[in-house]
């Protein structure tokens, strides 16, 4: 069974440090990884999808890194700002076989930029 | 603006009384989904649709229908709510099995 982990499950950093959310994910046969950001009471918003053949995707100051043989995703946030401040989740794409398959998420990593 | 719509927004509702909540996307997606989120449990998927009249189940299919007439609509309907199933709902969609999967704004339901 697929278990997708974010550690830490709070981070509070000040304002212009670099960062990195881990997520890890126990089954190496995913299809992709996407990485969401969540602010309080609101929707998920897509911040980057790395496929499986991919190492990593950028946007802005976000770049989110793919391990598949070592389950393990990152993402880095560079020059934090108050306005990054919301709950991180990644979730991992895999197939059940047939047309049916399954995002799976991780229960998600808290982030408190300091101004 | 493309974007995933879900209405209402905030549910005040009672044990039993049948409720709807609407969702429809802009992007001319294939695959729309419904989830549940709740504090400690993460995000559940309820019910979701690869196209027009083809829908299949959750992890937490029970006590939800839904229904896809039409490509851009995908409602969930509560046809005798509980307590327990106050909670955050958000539907999401997105192109392909494999594409990137995008969320509409939720809907916070209270069950009294």
């Known amino acids: 069974k697929q278990e997708v982990t974010q550690i830490p499950a709070a981070l509070s950093v000040p304002e212009g440090e670099n960062l990195v959310l881990n997520c890890s994910f126990t089954?190496?046969?995913?299809?992709?990884l996407q990485w969401f950001r969540q602010d309080p009471g609101k929707g998920l918003t897509s911040l980057l999808l790395?496929?499986?053949?991919?190492r990593e995707q950028t946007s802005g100051r976000l770049n989110a890194s793919l391990d598949k043989s070592s389950g393990r995703s990152t993402l880095y946030i560079a020059a934090s700002q108050p306005g990054d401040s919301a709950t991180y989740l990644c979730?991992?794409?895999?197939?059940?076989?047939?047309?049916?398959?399954?995002?799976?998420f991780g229960t998600g990593t808290l982030l408190a930029v300091q101004p | 603006e493309a974007q995933v719509t879900q209405n209402p927004r905030y549910l005040i509702t009672v044990t039993g009384k049948k409720l709807t909540v609407t969702c429809s996307q802009n992007?001319?997606?294939?695959?729309m989904s419904w989830y549940r989120q709740d504090p400690g449990l993460g995000l559940r998927q309820i019910y979701y649709?690869?196209?027009?009249?083809?829908?299949d189940k959750g992890d937490v299919p029970e006590g939800y229908k839904v229904s896809r007439k039409e490509k851009r609509n995908f409602p969930l309907i509560l046809e005798s709510p509980s307590p327990n199933q106050t909670s955050l709902y958000f539907c999401?969609?997105?192109?392909?099995?494999?594409?990137?999967?995008?969320f509409g704004p939720g809907t916070r339901l209270t069950v009294l």
């Open positions: 999401a969609s997105r192109a392909g099995a494999w594409h990137e999967q995008f």
């Open positions: 089954d190496s046969a995913i299809y992709n």
């Open positions: 790395i496929q499986s053949s991919q």
């Open positions: 979730a991992v794409r895999i197939d059940y076989g047939g047309a049916t398959n399954k995002l799976i």
């Open positions: 992007m001319n997606h294939e695959y």
């Open positions: 649709s690869m196209n027009v009249e083809v829908t």
